[in-house]
């Protein structure tokens, strides 16, 4: 991670630096549980592409880490809008609608209260 970051430094402007690299540290960051820095990191790949599939992908995977369902939801649906229009793999409808019916208050507080 040490090293990822040195790369952020060296082009403070990512102008040579792939996407893939901000979403490498941005994984590296969520599961060090540092889900601020990875939000703002896959925040840099929003600023050179809005409508970039993994960041959205990866936002919501940091949402879900952190606990924020309704933001996670919303950020695999945007990715599910790109990838539809790109003809790429979309996440099934099952799925979504999991994630919505997860992220809905009475379900968190039951599933942690078994825990």
């Known amino acids: 991670m040490e090293l990822l970051k040195k790369l952020v430094e060296l082009d403070p402007n ?3 630096l792939t996407p893939q690299t901000l979403i490498e540290l941005a994984n590296a960051l969520k599961h ?3 889900y ?21 992908r990866t936002m ?11 933001e996670a939801v919303f ?9 539809q229009v790109l003809g ?4 099934p409808p099952i799925l979504l609608l999991f994630l919505q ?6 379900h968190r507080h039951s599933l942690r209260a078994q825990q």
Do not use: R, W
């Open 101 to 106: 019916l997860y992220s809905l208050p009475l």
């Open 75 to 83: 950020q695999f649906k945007k990715a599910n809008e790109y990838a």
């Open 32 to 34: 060090l549980k540092q």
């Open 36 to 56: 601020v820095e990875a939000k703002q990191t896959v925040q840099k790949v929003f600023d050179l592409n809005p409508n970039s599939i993994i960041a959205h």
């Open 88 to 91: 790429l793999a979309t996440y």
């Open 14 to 16: 990512h102008s040579t």
């Open 60 to 70: 919501g995977q940091i949402h879900m880490d952190a606990e924020e369902y309704d």
